[in-house]
């Protein structure tokens, strides 16, 4: 099954985040990442077994992380796989630690793919048919996150991707 650990947002958060989602469709079109799957992406994992799944689910509700504030005031795109998003303009020293220790944790138990860099985004729209962010109106909000690490499953459906929750943080 294919995995990746993420922070999920409050449900505030998220329904802003969705009233984002709908202005990015408005002038950049493709397709807009449903409410219920908005998430930034800690670690991506890919294919992993089902018996090393469950070692993962464990791990990570053992783990009791701090929290932090990250600030999102920025629009972002990336060329592939052309996806729209927000995240922060400069780097959040508290995301790259965590990043760092969950990649500690993961190749501990023998998880491969420690990406060399770290850019924290939450993706609002995939197959962005213009790529640009000119015109939308400036962003400024906080993400207030604790214990909201998820272990998540993608699978993928007519209309896109969805995710499925393995297990939280304790
Ligand atoms: P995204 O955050 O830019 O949307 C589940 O598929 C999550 O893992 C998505 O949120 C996606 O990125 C990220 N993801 C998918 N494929 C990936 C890959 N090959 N490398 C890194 N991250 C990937």
New binding site residues.
């Given amino acids: 099954m294919?995995l990746?650990l993420a922070l999920e947002p409050p449900p505030e958060l998220r329904a802003r985040l969705g009233e984002l989602a709908d202005l990015a469709r408005t002038h950049c079109g493709g397709r807009r990442v449903p409410d219920s799957s908005l998430?930034l992406?800690l670690a991506?994992l890919?294919e992993v077994e089902e018996d090393r799944a469950e070692a993962l689910a464990e791990w990570l509700q053992g783990e009791s992380p701090e929290g932090g504030e990250w600030r999102l005031d920025r629009w972002g795109t990336?060329r592939r796989p052309d996806?729209v998003?927000v995240g922060g303009r400069t780097p959040d020293a508290t995301l790259t630690v965590l990043h760092e220790r969950l990649w500690d944790g993961l190749e501990a138990l023998g998880h491969a793919g420690r990406?060399t860099r770290f850019v924290p985004?939450v993706?609002l729209l995939r197959r962005a048919r213009r790529l640009a962010t000119d015109g939308l109106p400036p962003v400024d909000l906080a993400w207030r996150w604790r214990r909201l690490k998820a272990l998540l499953r993608?699978f993928t459906l007519e209309d896109g991707?969805r995710y499925e929750v393995l297990a939280r943080s304790a």
């Fill in positions: 294919r990746f998430h992406t991506f890919g990336f996806i998003w990406p985004h993706t993608s991707p």
